[in-house]
């Protein structure tokens, strides 16, 4: 068999070459094929070997692993017309290839869309408040909506987690004046309930001592001990209040008509 013999199978062989590398495709294990057959849904093949007739039947290959999507920034005004700039981060998959392939044209694009309007429209219902204290109640609530919408996507949300609030400088401002003056707000609240307790204890203690006299006299004492402690040139004298009040009847008593008549 000479060269020219052979050289007329060469164009066939090589045809039949390139027919069978486009029918042969290996899909890996996080990948499925949505086939279509003259252009109906065929079935979801996958992974490993699969054939597949050329300008017959076509493939549509499928991620099945986790996507994440990077929300851009959105402008939002909260439920007290305060403008924030919030960003966000989605994170999906498909779950039911068909329906990620026939019913929405690009549903990587369509899944972001929706992550923005929903982000803007959850946001809004809320004040500036919540959104900076309560963001796990927030990126439930965004990733159930949006859940929700893409159910019928074949689309899976598996979190939302909002990233950033920006504000500008003025409201940062605000809002550490707002927080000094919450706080000097408590310090005066803790300051009246620590005098209301030390008042009680204090009718507490005069009840106590009313009742004996001696407790009296010694809480006088513990007070002229106090005061010699300090470094004061304060003379302390003490003198018996009962020497005093008789002192005082007699001033009183010398006081007679005769002497105002004088």
Do not use: C
């Not at 019913?103 to 694009?109: L, W």
């Amino acid at each position: 068999m000479n060269l020219g013999d052979i050289i007329p199978y060469i164009a066939p062989t090589v045809v039949l070459l390139l027919i069978l590398g486009s029918a042969i495709k290996i899909l890996p294990e996080y990948e499925r094929g949505v086939v279509f057959f003259l252009g109906r849904f065929q079935g979801v093949k996958g992974p490993g070997l699969i054939i597949v007739i050329p300008g017959i039947q076509q493939i549509v290959r499928v991620d099945l692993r986790v996507i994440t999507l990077d929300v851009p920034s959105q402008d939002v005004i909260s439920k007290d017309n305060v403008t924030v700039r919030v960003n966000a981060v989605l994170y999906f998959r498909v779950v039911d290839p068909e329906k990620a392939i026939i019913r929405v044209e690009d549903y990587g694009a369509a899944t972001s869309q929706l992550a923005q309007t929903t982000l803007r429209s959850v946001l809004g219902k809320h004040d500036l408040d919540e959104m900076l204290s309560e963001r796990d109640k927030l990126n439930s609530d965004i990733q159930e909506i949006i859940d929700s919408q893409t159910e019928d996507w074949g689309i899976k949300v598996a979190n939302v987690e909002i990233k950033h609030v920006d504000l500008n400088e003025s409201m940062i401002r605000a809002i550490a004046r707002q927080a000094e003056a919450e706080r000097e707000r408590r310090a005066k609240v803790i300051h009246a309930e620590g005098e209301l307790q030390a008042s009680k204890k204090l009718v507490e203690a005069a009840e106590v001592m009313s009742v004996n006299s001696g407790a009296m006299q010694l809480r006088y004492l513990q007070t002229l001990s106090d005061m010699s402690n300090n470094n004061s040139s304060t003379i302390v004298f003490p003198l018996p209040m009962d020497m005093i009040k008789n002192f005082l009847d007699n001033q009183s008593g010398n006081k007679g008509p005769d002497k105002l008549k004088q």
